[in-house]
C-alpha cells in the first residue's frame, strides 16, 4: 500500500491518476478508481467499493464478506482517491482487504496517513519555487515547476502574458508565498486578467489566514491555499460569493439546468445563472467536468467546503439541501413513465451520471426529520435504476431503511414494498421476500389498492417460481397477468408477468404455450419501443429453442438478447443469458465456448445474489451442461477454459459470445 498524501490542492489525485495510468499492464485483473469525495455516508464505503468493482452481495452475505472473498485471489491496483474524510473507516476496511487479498496493491490519496500495517508514504511535495531575494536565482525564475504553472496558467487568462525581468521578482514571491501549491497558483494566476503581479503580490499581502474546522492535524500547507481561496472569494461580486455558496451542496458534478433549479431565487435570478456559471468557470472556481453531450461542471473539494462553510454561515445550508434534494426527486420521478417506451436506456444513463447526487439527496430524506416520507417516495421511484444497473444491495438498503422510517399503512408503504420484495427476490433471498409481498398483498386488499395488489401478486409468483413450487407460482402469475389486463396496466413489469409466466410454462414443458406468451409481449413492446421486456421475452424463446434442440435458433435468440442488455448495462441480465448461451453452445457440440461462458457466469453470478437465483431448475440444467462439457474437454481442458473464462469481465464474456472483438476500454 502507498499512500499519497499532502494538502488539498497539492496534486494528489492527479498524481495517482498518472501513476495508475503508467501501472495498467502489470495488473491482470485491473486497476480501478474508487472516488471518495462524493461519499458523506459512511456506512457505503464498503458499498462504494462494490459498486465500481460491479458486485453485488449473495443474501445473507456482508459487503464486507463479499469483497473479501471477490478480492483473495486477485492482482490487481485499487486507487482509493480522498479517504482523509472517513478516515477510521478506511483504515479499517483497506487493513482488511490486504490481510486477506496477498497480490492486491492499494494506491491511497490522503491529507492525513492512514497508518495501516505495510504501508509505504510519499509526501507529495509542493512545486518548486525560487528565492525571490537570492540574485542568482532572478535569471533562473522560470525554470522553477510553480513558476512554469504560473506563466501557462495566465497565458490562458491573458493571451501574450510572459514571465520577464520586470515581473518575475512578484511572479517569484507570488509562487513562493502561496507555498508551491498547484491548486493555489492556478487559482491566483487568473487574477493576471485584471491586476499586474505586482498588485497581486500588494493584495495578498492583506489577506487573512484561511483555518479549515474539524482538521484531525494541524496543516500549515492549507494556510496559503486558503489566502488564495480567500482571494479568489473577496474578488467575486455578490452574485458570484451567493452561487459559489450555493453550488456547494453538489456532491460531485452537475449540470446547468440542476443549477437553475437548486439555485435560483428571487435574490439570484435564474437568466443570471449561466453567466454567473460562465464567470466562475473563469475564475477556476468551478471546472468542466468529463462527460458526453451535456455539459457538466463540479467543484474541487477544498473550494467546494469552503463554499459550504459560507453557505452555513449564511443560514442557508437545510433550504438548499431542500431545493437540491426536490430537484433529484423530481428527476427520479420524471423517469418512471419513461421507463416503459423507446427512452429507457437514455433515462438510465442519465440517472447513472447523477448516482452521487441521488445518494445524497436521498440520505438528506432519511437522515433529516420530517423528511422521511419523501426518501420512501425517492427510494420508490428509483427502483428500477437498482435493478437494471445491478445495484441490488443498494437499493435494497435504501428501500429497507425507507420502510423501517415509515410504518404506516398507506399506499406508498405497499408500492415500496413490491419494489422492495422484487429485489430480494432476484438476489435469491426468498424467505425475506415472501414477508415483504405478503405484507404488500395484504396492505394492498386493506386499502383496496389494485396496482399494488397486481404487483405483489406478481412478484410472490417469481418468489415461487425461484423457490420451486411451479404450480404455485402459474397460479400467482396468471392471477397477475389477469390483475394488470383488468387495471389496463401497460408497464415494462407488467409485460414481464406475461414472462414470468412463460418461463415457468417452459419449465413445465408446455413449451408452445410459452411462446406465444412471448410473441404477445414482443407485438406490445415493437409497438411501444420498449425494449427492456423484450430482452427478456427474446431470453425465454432462447431458452424454448433450446429446449426443442434448436441450436441456430437458440443461438440468434440469445445473441438478440445479449444486444439489448449490453445497452443497459443490465449486469443481471448478461450474466443470466451466457449462462444460457452456455448451454447452448454445449448442446450444440461448442463445449469451449460452454467452459468459458460458464466461467464468466460463475465470477458474476455471486456479484448480485446466489447463483442461478437459487432455482432448482436453473441450477439442475447448469449441472447437465457443466456434466456435458466436463465429460466432452476432459478435466484439464475444462478447467483451463473455465479458468480463461472466469478471469473475463462481462464486456469480455458478451464479446466472446457475439463472436466481437473487445477494445481495452471495455475491459475495466
Not at 235 to 253: I, N, Y
Not at 423 to 443: M, Y
Request: net charge neutral; aromatic share 8%.
Amino acid at each position: 500500500m502507498l499512500t499519497l498524501a499532502g494538502a488539498p490542492g497539492i496534486g494528489k489525485t492527479r498524481l495517482a491518476l498518472r501513476v495508475a495510468a503508467h501501472m495498467r499492464a502489470r495488473f491482470p485483473d485491473g486497476v480501478w478508481l474508487v472516488e471518495l469525495a462524493a461519499l458523506s455516508d459512511v456506512g457505503l464505503l464498503d458499498q462504494s467499493f462494490l459498486d465500481v468493482l460491479g458486485l453485488q452481495c449473495r443474501p445473507g452475505q456482508s459487503v464486507l464478506d463479499t469483497l473479501l472473498e471477490y478480492l483473495a485471489d486477485k492482482e490487481m491496483l485499487l486507487v482509493v482517491d480522498n479517504c482523509h474524510h472517513l478516515l477510521d473507516a478506511c483504515v479499517s476496511l483497506v487493513s482488511r482487504l490486504l490481510a486477506t487479498a496477498p497480490r492486491l496493491r492499494v494506491l491511497t490519496t490522503s491529507r492525513q496517513v492512514l497508518r495501516v500495517t505495510g504501508e509505504r508514504v510519499l509526501d507529495v511535495p509542493p512545486l518548486s519555487t525560487p528565492d525571490p531575494d537570492s540574485p542568482t536565482t532572478a535569471r533562473a525564475t522560470s525554470r522553477y515547476e510553480a513558476v512554469r504553472l504560473f506563466a501557462d496558467r495566465a497565458k490562458l487568462a491573458r493571451r501574450g502574458f510572459t514571465v520577464n525581468k520586470d515581473n518575475r521578482t512578484a511572479v517569484a514571491r507570488i509562487c513562493e508565498r502561496l507555498g508551491g501549491i498547484p491548486l493555489a497558483i492556478e487559482l491566483a494566476a487568473l487574477r493576471v486578467r485584471a491586476q499586474s503581479p505586482e498588485q497581486m503580490l500588494n493584495g495578498l499581502s492583506d489577506y487573512f489566514e484561511f483555518l479549515v474546522g474539524g482538521s484531525r492535524v494541524a496543516m500549515p500547507r492549507l494556510e496559503p491555499l486558503g489566502r488564495a481561496i480567500d482571494w479568489s472569494y473577496d474578488l467575486c461580486s455578490f452574485g458570484q460569493k451567493t452561487l459559489w455558496a450555493r453550488l456547494s451542496v453538489f456532491p460531485c458534478d452537475f449540470d446547468i439546468e440542476a443549477v437553475e433549479e437548486v439555485c435560483a431565487d428571487a435574490g439570484l435570478p435564474r437568466v443570471e445563472v449561466l453567466d454567473l456559471v460562465t464567470e466562475l468557470m473563469e475564475k477556476s472556481i468551478l471546472t468542466r467536468s468529463d462527460g458526453v453531450g451535456v455539459m457538466r461542471y463540479r467543484m474541487l473539494a477544498p473550494i467546494r467546503l469552503y463554499g459550504m462553510d459560507k453557505l452555513r454561515r449564511a443560514g442557508e445550508e437545510a433550504a438548499m439541501c431542500r431545493r437540491h434534494r426536490d430537484h433529484y426527486l423530481g428527476l427520479a420521478e420524471q423517469g418512471v413513465p419513461d421507463w416503459f417506451g423507446p427512452h429507457q436506456s437514455e433515462w438510465l444513463n442519465r440517472l447513472r451520471i447523477e448516482h452521487a447526487n441521488l445518494r445524497t439527496a436521498l440520505d438528506f430524506c432519511l437522515s433529516e426529520p420530517g423528511e422521511e416520507l419523501l426518501g420512501l417516495r425517492m427510494a420508490s421511484a428509483l427502483w428500477f435504476y437498482w435493478t437494471a444497473s445491478g445495484l441490488l444491495k443498494e437499493g435494497r438498503r435504501w428501500l429497507d431503511r425507507a420502510l423501517s422510517l415509515n410504518p404506516q399503512p398507506t399506499r406508498m408503504r405497499a408500492g415500496a414494498l413490491w419494489r422492495d420484495g422484487r429485489i430480494t427476490v432476484f438476489q435469491g433471498d426468498i424467505p425475506a421476500a415472501v414477508s415483504k409481498l405478503e405484507e404488500c398483498r395484504t396492505l394492498a386488499q386493506q386499502l383496496g389498492d389494485l396496482q399494488a395488489l397486481a404487483y405483489g401478486t406478481q412478484m410472490l409468483g417469481v418468489a415461487s417460481l425461484f423457490g420451486g413450487d411451479l404450480p404455485r407460482a402459474a397460479t400467482l402469475l396468471e392471477e397477475a397477468v389477469a390483475r394488470h389486463h383488468a387495471n389496463r396496466e401497460l408497464t415494462s413489469t407488467a409485460l414481464l408477468a406475461s414472462l414470468q409466466l412463460a418461463l415457468t410454462r417452459a419449465f413445465q414443458s408446455d413449451l408452445d404455450g410459452a411462446v406465444d406468451l412471448c410473441e404477445e409481449c414482443l407485438t406490445v413492446s415493437d409497438a411501444h419501443g420498449e425494449t427492456w421486456a423484450r430482452s427478456y421475452a427474446l431470453y425465454v424463446l432462447a431458452l424454448v429453442e433450446w429446449r426443442r434442440g434448436k441450436w441456430m435458433e437458440a443461438t440468434a435468440c440469445v445473441c438478440d438478447c445479449l444486444r439489448l442488455k449490453r445497452t443497459f448495462r443490465d449486469i443481471v441480465g448478461l450474466t443470466q443469458a451466457l449462462e444460457l448461451q452456455a448451454w447452448i453452445a454445449a448442446g450444440a457440440g461448442n463445449h469451449n465456448l460452454a467452459a468459458v461462458l460458464l466461467g464468466v457466469a460463475q465470477r458474476y453470478w455471486p456479484t448480485f445474489g446466489l447463483p442461478l437465483f437459487g432455482s432448482e431448475y436453473f441450477i439442475a440444467h447448469h449441472k447437465t451442461c457443466e456434466s456435458q462439457t466436463l465429460g466432452a474437454l476432459g478435466k484439464e481442458r475444462f478447467s483451463a477454459a473455465f479458468r480463461q473464462g472466469n478471469r473475463f469481465t462481462l464486456a469480455q464474456g458478451v464479446a466472446l459470445a457475439l463472436a466481437e472483438k473487445t477494445d481495452s476500454s471495455q475491459l475495466t
